[in-house]
């Protein structure tokens, strides 16, 4: 047996296990003080009624004979498929079919297996900085090359930074594959229509795909920002959009989210074919849960959720600001992202607002080497934490 080589590639530890095991550590060493995380992008609010209300149905469904679910479609519930499609997209004047819908277990996965889709000889292009997981699931790809000095040699990296007013420019060689992520992750900021629609116009003219992670679409504010990727013209033909309800509706504990792939791309055969092949459908009882997400009270308990966490975006965004930092994002997303004073890199102001405050931040660098000298913070914790860490540095 031959491993996997360009899994051995990656580094040891993904990076959020890095920032949990300094938070612990410190934890177990000063056991008297209280470690804050505004790090990790983990939601805190418990579930909506609507959904708990509906995944007791469901399991109670499965203790009968007459309503017990066995294997559930490897797309996805119908009902819950139709509710997408006329929830989500149909509002904003997207048609799509019900065999372009498939239901998942949640935005990360898709994220990697859609690359099963396309050669191996395909070149990346990311943002920089990013959400990890798109350069590491290259690498297992085989799709990345070396990692020298911090940038992997096959991928083309797309600088989404305060100099280009976190507006990435077009790849400058041809690349066959680019992941775009708005709102992003970690940066908070979001593109314009036009801004989009360049990247569309890019993949129409270089036979691109793109893979637009829209994991933080709920909360986008008004019109003028593209909620879909399919808003912009021509984009059906190039463009797969994942979604989750993680941030959503709390679902990261429950996993449950969907991925658009549209027959014009010409993928929909071949992802239909390798779901049923290897992946036996999302739980019912996630799909009952999601399916109660698009009712009155439920979007309403929904929306909630999403307020709750944007009071926190604003109260970390203004206080940051108050204290004299260069702040952005936190408006269109739960994200804000800091550049560290007095020329800090990522990993000494993280450790310094450990050392100082007990507060958890999550160093910038750890999303790409454009990352450097920024820290992010997040707003999914609970308002009690949230204030308490804002106190903690205001004293500092
Ligand atoms: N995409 C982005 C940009 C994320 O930040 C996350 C999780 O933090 C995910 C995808 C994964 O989400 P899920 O819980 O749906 O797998």
Excluded at 162 to 178: A, M, S, T
Excluded at 279 to 301: D, R, V
């Amino acid at each position: 047996m031959n491993k996997n080589k360009y899994f051995q590639k990656l580094q040891a530890n993904y990076f959020f296990t890095d920032i949990m095991t300094k938070g612990r550590k410190y934890a177990e060493a000063h056991p008297d003080t209280r470690v804050l995380s505004l790090g990790i992008g983990d939601v805190t609010r418990p579930l909506p009624q609507q959904v708990i209300a509906a995944m007791h149905n469901a399991v109670e469904d499965m203790a009968h004979e007459e309503t017990f679910h066995g294997y559930c479609l490897e797309e996805g519930n119908p009902i819950l498929r139709k509710a997408i499609i006329e929830n989500d997209y149909l509002p904003r004047g997207i048609n799509l079919q019900l065999d372009e819908v498939f239901v998942s277990d949640g935005a990360g996965s898709d994220l990697g297996n859609t690359s099963e889709l396309f050669d191996k000889n395909n070149r990346v292009a990311v943002l920089d900085p990013v959400y990890p997981a798109y350069v590491d699931t290259s690498v297992m790809a085989g799709r990345a090359g070396e990692l020298v000095g911090g940038k992997w040699s096959d991928i083309v990296y797309l600088p989404c930074v305060r100099e280009n007013g976190f507006v990435p420019d077009l790849p400058r060689k041809k690349v066959d594959i680019i992941y775009l992520c708005f709102p992003n992750n970690p940066t908070g900021t979001t593109l314009t229509r036009p801004q989009l629609q360049r990247f569309v116009d890019y993949a129409l003219r270089h036979d691109s795909i793109i893979i637009f992670d829209a994991a933080y679409e709920t909360f986008i504010e008004g019109d003028d920002i593209p909620h879909s990727i399919y808003e912009l013209e021509g984009a059906e033909r190039v463009a797969i959009e994942i979604r989750s309800y993680s941030k959503t509706a709390g679902f990261t504990g429950v996993r449950c989210g969907y991925t658009i792939v549209p027959r014009q791309t010409g993928l929909q055969q071949m992802w239909h074919r390798r779901q049923c092949t290897k992946y036996n459908g999302t739980s019912y009882i996630s799909q009952q849960g999601a399916l109660a997400t698009y009712t009155p009270e439920g979007k309403q308990q929904v929306r909630d959720n999403i307020m709750y966490y944007k009071h926190n975006a604003r109260n970390i965004l203004n206080s940051l600001q108050g204290m004299g930092f260069e702040v952005y994002g936190g408006i269109h997303s739960p994200y804000i992202w800091m550049r560290t004073p007095d020329g800090m890199s990522s990993w000494q102001f993280f450790d310094l607002l450990l050392e100082k405050c007990q507060v958890i931040c999550t160093p910038g660098v750890g999303f790409g080497s454009a990352g450097e000298g920024y820290v992010r913070f997040t707003a999914f914790a609970t308002h009690q934490t949230t204030d308490e860490a804002l106190e903690r540095m205001k004293r500092l």
